[in-house]
């Protein structure tokens, strides 16, 4: 079609050379090199694509019409779908153009035969030299589609056959990353035994290792990194696989990151150290993940309690946010001196582990805390102290236990407020307090 619309183009081109159209023919892939300075001239060139593409589509039915008739083309793709290769040849033998013919879903023979893993039928078709990299409506090639099926040995036969590895879909997947979200290791291997890269670059700068990471499948990351897999590449976002990984609370592909990292040449350091765009590390980030487990594999490999990221927070101060206690005893049991040094530690906004937990009225954290040396009466950057900031939240629960536990009600705030002014302000009752 392309062809024709270049010819299209330049024959109409000599006979209105009065309006005014500035165009390059170096490049008749990028449409972006014609540029039409007038409206009627724009209009002109609309309709000489239209007529076209219309020309084509028409072009397309009479071939396949002339060739037999469309519901020869039903059954052809009915067989390959049902795997009878021996009548998908007979049709196709009779005129190799109904190859060109497209279901509802823009896909060819190849596509139907390669998405429900029907080899032998491939294997017809692919003797009558189709268009291998055909897409469909999705964007997905035949390939694309064997992966999805899990067709490792269609997969390989196409590839063989010049199927080419790096087309995006609409997604912007390869067919690697497809790959890597399913969990079927075998055709993983199939392509990289073909030499895909496993570093390919997809939807937002993402590596097949990420994809693997969000799907938590650790064997195909184990395969990946083993094949020149980079664990330390980032994608758009800023994210490494192992911050996808512990967002995803993907504890099997942290883990196989960990281990294959280490056989790279990487130290538990090095890669418990990479920082996303944010500067998380990735123990913040299985902790905003909420999943015990991924948050041990990271405290097990080393991962400190008491890092901090950009703003100053630690893990700890992110658990106690969440008031998520199981990950607070965790963090105390694994690592106690660290912790012990986190409970102390303040972000950039001065605040404690004990302020987060006063903030979100997360009473058992304030307990635990205060039980490991919290210290009660610690100040923010606006001087105030965990009761303050819960009497301004109207975190009553919360001022009860602290109250209870002797916090000082004479402190004041930046503005000069003590803990009455601003129980009364935010609506504090007596009997709450």
């Excluded at 793709?77 to 033998?93: D, M, P, T």
């Excluded at 938590?216 to 976002?237: H, I, T």
């Excluded at 991962?303 to 990950?327: I, R, W, Y």
Aim: net charge neutral.
């Amino acid at each position: 079609m392309l062809k024709s619309l270049k010819e299209a183009f330049l024959q109409n081109f000599t006979c209105k050379r009065n309006r005014s159209v500035k165009m390059s023919t170096s490049r008749f892939s990028d449409f972006s090199s014609i540029q039409c300075r007038t409206r009627s001239a724009l209009t002109w060139f609309q309709k000489i694509v239209e007529d076209v593409v219309e020309k084509e589509r028409l072009s397309m039915f009479d071939e396949i019409s002339a060739a037999g008739d469309v519901q020869l083309v039903k059954e052809m793709f009915s067989c390959a779908q049902n795997g009878n290769a021996k009548e998908v040849a007979r049709i196709i033998k009779a005129d190799p153009t109904r190859l060109r013919a497209k279901n509802n879903h823009g896909q060819t023979a190849l596509h139907v035969a390669a998405a429900k893993d029907h080899i032998e039928v491939v294997e017809v078709l692919l003797e009558q030299h189709p268009d291998i990299d055909a897409l469909d409506n999705d964007g997905n090639t035949p390939l694309h589609l064997a992966v999805y099926a899990g067709a490792d040995k269609i997969v390989d036969l196409l590839i063989k056959n010049g199927a080419k590895t790096n087309i995006r879909n609409s997604q912007l997947m390869m067919p690697i990353h497809v790959a890597a979200e399913l969990p079927n290791v075998d055709v993983v291997k199939s392509l990289l035994s073909n030499g895909v890269d496993p570093n390919g670059i997809g939807e937002s700068g993402m590596t097949a290792l990420h994809y693997a990471a969000a799907k938590d499948n650790g064997v195909v990351m184990q395969v990946l990194m083993q094949r020149g897999g980079k664990p330390c590449w980032k994608c758009d976002y800023g994210y490494y696989p192992i911050h996808i990984a512990a967002k995803c609370a993907a504890a099997s592909a942290m883990e196989a990151i960990i281990e294959q990292a280490i056989k790279q040449g990487y130290t538990r350091e090095q890669i418990l150290s990479f920082k996303d765009r944010e500067n998380n590390l990735p123990l913040h980030a299985a902790v905003n993940g909420g999943d015990i487990k991924a948050v041990k594999v990271c405290l097990s490999a080393g991962a400190s309690v008491k890092a901090q990221q950009e703003d100053g927070s630690t893990p700890l101060h992110f658990a106690c946010a969440q008031g998520n206690m199981e990950m607070i005893r965790l963090m105390e049991q694994m690592q106690r001196d660290n912790f012990l040094a986190a409970v102390s530690t303040v972000d950039v906004l001065k605040m404690t582990p004990l302020h987060r937990a006063a903030l979100f009225n997360h009473t058992p954290a304030i307990v635990y805390l205060l039980e490991h040396g919290a210290d009660i009466d610690s100040r923010d950057n606006n001087e105030r102290t965990p009761l303050l900031l819960a009497a301004s939240k109207g975190c009553w629960t919360t001022v009860q236990v602290l109250l209870e536990k002797g916090a000082d009600v004479h402190v004041r705030d930046i503005k000069n407020r003590n803990f009455l002014h601003l129980a009364v302000k935010f609506g504090g009752k007596l009997e709450q307090i």
